[in-house]
């Protein structure tokens, strides 16, 4: 049997730890160096460019700029473990705030270093907004989804919505939310009944997956797979 990964396999699993999100700021370098944390996380290829990285979230398929597959841009840093809604992605996540639509993929970084259990979540390189043309609106929308999150923040205006990010302090103990809002299952086991791609790969007939089932409700819909026992 084939599993393909969730995302749902990381929530809480580095629970209590500091987590640091690289977004991509200017204040990057700088902002990392004052940065004391036990799991780091990129924001696409902007962190794992300055520095080793425990994971990549990715929620653009192609660079905005050199228009070629971001995984390409990522590999040429790290081989670390991509989270994100692409078939290429090693942790595939279909369910998060405000889906379907693709939010920046610095903001779902931090909604998910908050999922994973960071205490608190740390957000380095985070100020890029500004301007009439990039501001924090969006991130705002992020807000009530991270009330159960300590959040730091080492520079930048997102220090108008959490506070400043001080290695010295002190936190209350972690406290597993009750009311995480994802799905946790790891996945539903299926046999390929007709050739379907999954992920980006064809599997012949007669192959037996195990993948989350929020990516492949419309192939059992169509009962180009068919759910199995496991």
């Known amino acids: 049997m084939i599993a393909l990964r969730s995302f749902g396999e990381l929530v809480m699993k580095h629970k209590g730890a500091r987590i640091c999100v690289m977004g991509g700021g200017p204040n990057l370098a700088t902002d990392i160096a004052q940065v004391d944390a036990d799991v780091w996380i990129s924001a696409n290829q902007h962190g794992a460019?300055?520095?080793?990285?425990?994971?990549?979230?990715?929620?653009?398929?192609?660079?905005?700029?050199?228009?070629?597959?971001?995984?390409?841009?990522?590999?040429?840093?790290?081989?670390?473990?991509?989270?994100?809604?692409?078939?290429?992605?090693?942790?595939?996540?279909?369910?998060y705030p405000l889906a379907p639509r693709l939010m920046f993929t610095g903001i779902v970084a931090h909604w998910l270093a908050g999922m994973m259990g960071g205490h608190p979540v740390i957000l380095a390189g985070y100020d890029c907004y500004g301007g009439k043309h990039r501001t924090f609106a969006h991130h705002k929308e992020y807000v009530p989804h991270m009330t159960n999150t300590q959040v730091r923040v080492v520079s930048g205006p997102l220090q108008e919505v959490w506070p400043a990010y001080d290695p010295e302090e002190v936190l209350p103990e972690f406290v597993v939310p009750d009311d995480l809002d994802i799905e946790r299952e790891h996945g539903v086991t299926v046999k390929v009944i007709k050739p379907v791609p999954i992920r980006g790969i064809e599997y012949p007939v007669g192959t037996v997956l195990r993948v989350p089932r929020a990516e492949i409700w419309r192939q059992l819909k169509h009962r180009s797979l068919a759910e199995v026992a496991a």
């Not at 990715?58 to 841009?73: E, G």
Request: proline share 6%; with cysteine.
């Open 49 to 95: 460019a300055l520095r080793p990285v425990d994971y990549v979230v990715a929620m653009d398929n192609l660079h905005t700029i050199h228009r070629v597959l971001m995984l390409d841009i990522i590999r040429e840093h790290t081989d670390a473990p991509i989270i994100g809604p692409w078939h290429w992605c090693d942790y595939g996540i279909t369910n």
